[in-house]
């Protein structure tokens, strides 16, 4: 079978790249949960205990990272439902 050149049929739209890349698996929120408390609660830890600033923001960043994962989530949760 041999594709026709041209403009794609009416019905036919690019691919979604959020859709891609959202997550859906309540694994993702559960590793977005615990990122998030792990790394807030960790660089507060390395704070207190005098480890280094990069230490620190190194930690912070993985609990950062938790948060947005967390919210994607419930951002695309309440997208498809």
């Keep these: ?3 026709a050149a041209g403009p ?3 019905g036919r739209r690019r691919p979604n790249l ?3 890349l959202s ?3 309540s694994r993702a929120f559960v590793l977005g949960v615990s990122m998030a408390v792990g790394g807030l609660a960790g660089g507060v830890r390395a704070a207190v205990a005098g480890k280094g600033i ?3 923001v190194g930690v912070f960043g993985v609990g950062v990272a938790g948060v947005v994962l ?3 989530w419930i951002v695309t949760y309440a997208r498809e439902r």
């Design 1 to 3: 079978m041999t594709h």
């Design 8 to 10: 794609p049929t009416p």
């Design 18 to 20: 959020w859709h891609w």
């Design 23 to 25: 997550p859906r698996g």
């Design 54 to 56: 990069w230490t620190v």
């Design 70 to 72: 967390a919210v994607a």
